[in-house]
Nanobody, 115 residues
Framework: QVQLVESGGGLVQPGGSLRLSCAAS????????MGWYRQAPGKTRELVAI???????KYADSVKGRFTISRDAAKNTMILQMNSLKPEDTAVYYC?????????WGQGTQVTVSS
């Protein structure tokens, strides 16, 4: 059973940057797809960015040009680089991974953008 652990969340001022990491219990390149989702209080969980096995990426319109999803082979982690952060980016960010058996979720990491 795959386990996913997010890290890197915290408090940052508007316009600042954060880098989120997702560590997996097996090779991240063994998944068909991985992605980052987020959920703000009182809101539904929404897709932020995904990356498939062929390294194709997709982003939510709200984060295009500001966020970048990638994989770090040396550390076996999936990265979400977040720049030009806005208060509306405040949410719990979740790591997701999909393989032939289904999907797995991490516990989430809190990101708060506030002055």
């Amino acid at each position: 059973q795959v386990q996913l652990v997010e890290s890197g969340g915290g408090l940052v001022q508007p316009g600042g940057s954060l880098r989120l990491s997702c560590a997996a219990s097996r090779s991240i390149f063994s998944f068909n797809a991985m992605g980052w989702y987020r959920q703000a209080p009182g809101k539904t969980r929404e897709l932020v960015a995904i990356i498939v096995s062929g390294s194709t990426t997709k982003y939510a319109d709200s984060v295009k040009g500001r966020f970048t999803i990638s994989r770090d082979a040396a550390k076996n982690t999936m990265i979400l680089q977040m720049n030009s952060l806005k208060p509306e980016d405040t949410a719990v960010y979740y790591c997701n991974a999909i393989d032939i058996t289904g999907g797995s979720w991490g516990q989430g990491t809190q990101v708060t953008v506030s002055s």
